[in-house]
């Protein structure tokens, strides 16, 4: 068994400590953070969105159901069959998880899916 002189125990007590403030710190600044991010999304809701866009690919219509809008803004909508996409109030729509299949929906906004018909939203 080899001696640790008494010094050595302190610098890792102190290096322990500092960690452990650290991780604290960061910890914190997480949960700090979450009001303000709350807060954005609060700004927008299902309102805003349409609940469906119906999009053609492939000679097959797609029906994609809101499901639910990020804290960043960012809609996401999916298919029954596994599908996904996002879009947001001022983009064009993102696949998620899919190739590059074109279709109806492809490279418009939510302004142009709607005056094609392929945006619906809820009536207030």
Known sequence: MEHVAPWRH???R?????????FACLALL???AIPISQARAAELSF??????????AGGTQYAY???????DGTAVYSTFTGQAGTITLDSKPQRVGVGAIPSSCSEKTLEQLRSAGQAYYLQR
């Open 30 to 32: 997480q949960l700090a």
């Open 14 to 22: 102190g290096r322990r400590g500092i960690g452990r403030m650290t």
């Open 10 to 12: 302190i610098r890792t």
């Open 65 to 71: 159901y809101l499901s639910r809008i990020g804290p």
């Open 47 to 56: 309102a805003d969105f349409p609940f469906l866009i119906t999009c053609e």
